[in-house]
């Protein structure tokens, strides 16, 4: 999981300011929070141990049988060409393609594992079997994740200490319901971004520069299963998503949305290489997402409003200057990041104010991953 909503925090830096030389560099940029960083969460394990998902029986024992199946066992192997591949296509990149890659696997790393020690932590401190099960097989597959991304970012050297990572990140507290709507949210983006690559690598091989992006398609399945196990949990439970929740909702959403917006766009060369500029992957993603979310959410974002992609640019033009801004350092440099941070809040808000669009809940809540 990934989402980030420290929108209102006034660090809108460090993006992509240094380069990754070295383990301990990758280590520390794993460590730091920004506001677009993956965080760690801790959560109200007693409200967590009362969950009750009676109402949607049917759809959870069929999703708890898929669990059981397992049928992504064997995918996180490596085959007999991936070494050779690694070496082939990573020595034709450019020093900036390369630095971009390496952030794009820290942050997906940490991202993963955040997962992995969120689930596991509910599942020692809860003794619910429904919850309980479903933790541990989340957990399980988070941390077939993180360490497949790990191997990766070994190849370089760059490797990520995951025991020393889980002692000293900062933990931030969500309630259950904020981590419901946080976390089925980024579930479902990490589906529709892995499967956005897959399928653009697929059309181009040749812009295939490294090999880990062959696994993307049956690694998103496990996502898209996992954003399903919240959509059951919230709608098993549907004061979730009514009334002054909508309001919560919504929130989250122009939240993961902007935060991965402006992600993305420090990452130009590493969009391009596979062939898309980082507004039309992006934009890609949040169609995908939005078409999933209909199974939960009673509202979307309209991301076609003309007034959303201005204000994420803003967004985006904002985070940039003030990392040039902390960077250089100094007192004017400080009044610089003070006004981007104040009128980031009011980008913010402008995003959050736009009108949605209404969406009325389907009586069957699971979907296939067809995209
Ligand atoms: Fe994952
Ligand atoms: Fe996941």
């Keep these: 999981m990934n989402a980030n909503t ?8 460090q993006v992509l300011v240094s380069n990754v030389e070295s383990a301990a560099d990758a280590n520390q940029r794993a460590l730091t929070n920004t506001v677009i960083s993956p965080r760690f969460y801790t959560t109200d394990f007693d409200a967590m141990d009362k969950l009750d998902v009676s109402a949607v029986r049917q759809e959870w024992d069929l999703m708890m049988q898929e669990y059981e199946g397992d049928n992504n066992h064997d995918h996180f192997q490596r085959d007999a060409e991936f070494a050779q591949e690694v070496k082939t296509l990573m020595a034709k990149l450019d020093e900036k393609l390369k630095q971009e890659f390496y952030d794009f696997l820290i942050s997906s790393l940490t991202s993963e594992f955040s997962g992995c020690i969120l689930y596991n932590e509910v599942r020692k401190n809860v003794t619910n079997p429904d919850i309980k099960k479903l933790m541990t097989y989340m957990a399980r597959d988070e941390s077939r994740h993180a360490g497949f991304l790990n191997s990766s970012l070994k190849d370089f050297n760059f490797g990520i200490d995951l025991g020393e990572l889980k002692k000293s990140k900062s ?15 980024s579930e479902k983006i990490g589906y529709a971004r892995y499967i956005t690559i897959f399928r653009q690598l697929e059309k181009h091989p040749d812009k295939r520069f490294h090999p880990i992006f062959r696994w993307f398609e049956r690694w998103c399945n496990d996502e898209f299963r996992h954003g399903e196990s919240f959509a059951l949990i919230m709608r098993a439970n549907p004061k979730l998503l009514e009334g002054v929740n909508v309001w919560w909702i919504r929130f989250f959403l122009v939240a993961v949305y902007a935060t991965m917006y402006v992600r993305d766009h420090t990452r130009p060369a590493l969009h391009d290489a596979m062939g898309f500029k980082s507004t039309e992957y992006d934009f890609e993603v949040f169609r995908i997402t939005s078409e999933i979310s209909r199974q939960v959410f009673p509202i979307l974002l309209d991301i076609d409003h003309p007034q959303f992609k201005v204000s994420l640019d803003k967004l985006t033009a904002l985070s940039l200057t003030m990392s040039l801004a902390k960077a ?17 809040s009011v980008e913010f808000a402008r995003l959050y104010f736009l009108p949605v669009i209404k969406s009325k809940l389907p009586t069957q809540v699971r979907l296939t991953p067809t995209w």
């Design 6 to 13: 420290a929108f209102m925090d006034t660090d809108f830096t």
């Design 328 to 344: 250089q350092g100094g007192w004017l440099n400080r009044v610089k990041q003070g006004y981007c941070a104040v009128a980031a």
């Design 171 to 185: 933990y931030t507290f969500f309630r259950p319901k904020f981590i419901f709507y946080a976390t089925y949210l």
